[in-house]
């Protein structure tokens, strides 16, 4: 039982395959993964509304939203890598094709927006929305730390992915020009649009409602 609650307590933490790994006794984990899909996904103006929030509340809103992005994950095969203040970061394609693992993560993102808007109906103390950003490229992933160690990636891809967030729109996707080549086929009325992104200068980017 007691390995059972060890076993279940790490596969909270880590993909099944990283567990492995490391139940085996491997001790540096590190891989190198050529094209995956990279999500974040922020609560609009959160934090000045937070500030009107006692803590339980603030908690329960939190929770309410993250855990059903959890069972989202769950649904579209989507590795949650962590939860950043009210950001959610979750990455498509460790273990699956560019194509699929993209079209996955899009449309788990889609569900994140229906998601948000069917609980901020249900809420009288804030007016919540989601912005979410998603790009594909390469990154390095692997488990760092002794005390309370964390599956992570790393990578110019990730920053990418966070700035295709942060230049987003209120309730809608942002992807990059090289999401968008792997997904083009199925998602027709994309908005084309030239966003300034820090540090890469004009980006050519593609908004879903």
């Not at 509340?57 to 929770?63: D, F, G």
């Not at 079209?103 to 249900?122: E, G, Q, R, Y």
Request: with cysteine; glycine share 6%.
């Amino acid at each position: 039982k007691e390995k059972e609650k060890s076993d279940s307590l790490l596969l909270n933490i880590l993909p099944k395959e990283i567990a492995d790994r490391l139940k085996s006794g491997e001790e540096l984990i590190a891989d190198k993964h050529n094209e995956v899909s990279v999500l974040f996904a922020d609560i609009v103006e959160f934090t000045p509304q937070s500030k009107n929030l006692n803590p339980k509340e603030l908690v329960s809103i939190l929770n309410t939203i993250f855990s059903k992005f959890d069972d989202l994950t769950t649904k579209h095969n989507i590795e949650k890598i962590k939860t950043i203040g009210d950001n959610y970061f979750a990455v498509s394609g460790l273990q699956s094709d560019s194509k699929k693992a993209a079209l996955d993560i899009i449309k788990m993102a889609k569900n994140m927006v229906s998601t948000i808007k069917s609980i901020n109906a249900k809420l009288c103390n804030m007016n919540v929305a989601l912005r979410v950003g998603i790009h594909t490229g390469p990154i390095v992933a692997g488990v760092i730390g002794k005390n309370k160690f964390a599956y992570d990636l790393w990578g110019a891809t990730v920053n990418k992915a966070s700035r295709m967030e942060s230049t987003g729109e209120k309730n809608k996707i942002q992807v990059s020009s090289e999401t968008f080549e792997l997904i083009k086929d199925k998602f027709k009325s994309l908005e084309e649009r030239t966003v300034n992104i820090k540090g890469i200068g004009l980006t050519k980017t593609y908004l879903i409602g």
